[in-house]
């Protein structure tokens, strides 16, 4: 029996789902396109498969990600319609900010819609993600002028449920570095626990390879000093997930509940442009800048990739005189909102007060102005700017920060909210979105007033936000606990049919 999975957005959240479930599954077959050019994507990629996947008489499960067309694929592929279907929701086009809306942004909700009316099984990421697609259908297909189907959330919802996205969180006391290459954008590959680590069985651009999990070595140790009890913590999501999977998620317990939704559902916002991914092809080539961290207060910048632990100048320096490490590791897209947080830094800055920032997250071709405008009036309190490729420096980043910010304007999980937690760094999120439902009340803000009222108070006594212990739960988010539900729902009957 095998599972083929198709991914026609291979990048940022997408490819880590993928890549943790192909390490797991004995028996599975991953397609995938480039992550560049959403909107191609999304409209085009259902075709492309249906020529390029070739039949097979063992397939019995497809899942695939919302951005391919499902109903179009089972179309011009009769034999995959067979199959069992699950289709999973990284986010959804039905209430996505837009910046101006255009009629060929109905598209994208419509093909999600259609996909949900031929998946056997939906899956979203967060509660929030579920209900703000279920309880937006109607209202979005009020957008047809005349000729309207109706009754579709009661046709989709019974299909439907949430397995929040598996984190591998890393081991940040001694971080582990992968052993072995990583496989070619828009490969064929798949996937069995073998004895070496890949074997390549047809060369050229859609080679197949065969493969087990990667053999791990140790790296440098991240964490500072101050995190040690938080580190102990942490650890253990990264074991074998039998006594994480009783945690229950925190989603179920109010299961079925509508009433909580965040009020920004009933906005004017309909679907665009896609979330969450690094544009490989981006022609933006982003600057790292570091900064070493010493016993005085006003540190110099310089250009270049920071490869020293800042935790080994920190020694003598108690956590009272150290400024404030402020981290914002989103996209830099309109959806994020940057202008807000550099707003909140500004008045900081108008303040005297003194901190550090690193902003990191992916770019795109279209990068808005507040960044570079941003960087030249923060100055020298700059540690880190640009996007990070390596995941030693991005977590290296994360464990020597202390805040970590959010001021997203949509988000349907926030993978990088969760790691930089898992890494020690105080949450700061809007009171909004998927976040009341993944962090605790202390987290979030309602205003921007009130994020500024934080982050003032924490660069007066940064020893504050130091010696506190998260109070939520990471259990729920690893791929130690959520393992056993992806291998369930990855698994199906023979069929009569096939």
Known sequence: MSTLMIEAFYGGSHKQLVDLLQEDLENCVLYTLPAKKWHWRARTSALYFSQNIPFSEHYRILFASSVLNLAELAALRPDLGKLKKILYFHENQLVYPVKKCQERDFQYGYNQILSCLVADVVVFNSGFNMESFLTSIGKFMKLIPDHRPKDLESIIRPKCQVIYFPIGFPDVSSTSTRIGAEEEKGSVQTCAYLHSHFIELTPGPHSVQFYRKASFSPSVRFMPKHKTTHLQKMLSLTGNGSAASSTALPFQQEQGSSENLPKNLDSESGPCDAAQHKNLGSSLMQESYSKECNSSSNSSSHHGENKQNPCDSWSGVDDQRRPLHIVWPHRWEHDKDPESFFKVLMHLKDLRLNFHVSVLGETFTDVPDIFSESKKALGSSVLHWGYLPSKDDYFHVLCT??????????????????????????????????????????YLYSTPEQL?????????????????????????????????????LLTAEPREDL
């Open 452 to 488: 500024s009222k934080r982050l003032q108070n924490f660069c007066k006594r940064p020893d504050i936000v130091r010696k506190h212990l998260y109070k939520g739960e990471m259990t729920p988010f690893s791929w130690a606990a959520l393992r056993g539900k992806f291998r369930s």
């Open 401 to 442: 920060a202390d805040v970590v910010i959010s001021t997203a304007k949509h988000e349907f999980f926030g993978v990088a909210m969760l790691e930089a937690v898992y890494c020690g760094c105080y949450p700061l999120c809007p009171k909004d979105l998927v976040y009341p439902e993944i962090f605790p009340a202390e």
